[in-house]
């Protein structure tokens, strides 16, 4: 379990974060609610390190490893989609080529492995990016708009693989203001000027 205890977050004197109180546990999935500049992305980066909080405290963060779709994901466009995972696989050299290769069949890339990805189309490049979130089994998904121009046959697949994820005891936290109503949500937490203001 994760705990986020009377956090705030300050940058350039401006309040991203306001006094958020918060537990993700295993099993879970919670999504985030609320328009763009209420706090989401901030509190999923948060979470997961990339920033640190200027009053309180993230507890339970050590041990956990993560899978992150934050903003929009950078890729190397004149590399193929295979260079980029195996690229991003040997910073923690804990998975095989098959193990990319299995993802790459999961999410439907699995013909285009070897075509650069400056030719792919917004959702080809969407699913890339939840190929690399998933692909290391990580103990907690963290997950920004995901959704994102991913046609519908797709969709029904990465709702399966987040599914499954759940089953798996995974903590899951999805940041969406899109439909969503395929998924079974623990929680459901709606975020407005950095604070929550229901969950």
Do not use: W
């Not at 879970?28 to 200027?54: A, Y």
């Not at 959704?147 to 399966?160: C, M, R, S, T």
């Not at 203001?177 to 969950?199: R, T």
């Amino acid at each position: 379990m994760i705990r986020i205890e009377n956090v705030s977050k300050e940058i350039k004197n401006n309040v991203v974060l306001n006094n958020i109180n918060l537990e993700l546990k295993e099993g879970e999935i919670i999504l985030l609610k609320g328009h763009n500049g209420s706090g989401k992305t901030m509190l999923l980066r948060l979470i997961c390190g990339f920033i640190n909080p200027t009053i309180g405290n993230v507890v339970g963060t050590n041990g956990y490893s993560f899978g992150v779709i934050i903003e929009n994901p950078v890729f190397f466009l004149q590399e193929t989609a295979f260079y980029n995972l195996k690229y991003l696989a040997s910073i923690n050299k804990i998975i095989t080529n098959d193990e990319i290769n299995n993802y790459l069949k999961k999410l439907n890339l699995y013909e285009v492995r070897n075509k650069k990805v400056k030719t792919f189309s917004l959702g080809m490049k969407q699913r890339l990016a939840l190929c690399q979130a998933f692909m290391e089994n990580p103990d907690v998904l963290l997950l920004d708009e995901p959704f994102n121009a991913i046609d519908d046959e797709n969709l029904k697949i990465v709702y399966e693989l987040i599914e499954e994820f759940r089953k798996n005891k995974k903590i899951i936290v999805i940041a969406s203001h899109g439909d969503v109503s395929n998924l079974k949500f623990s929680k459901i937490i709606k975020m407005n000027n950095g604070k929550i203001i229901s969950n």
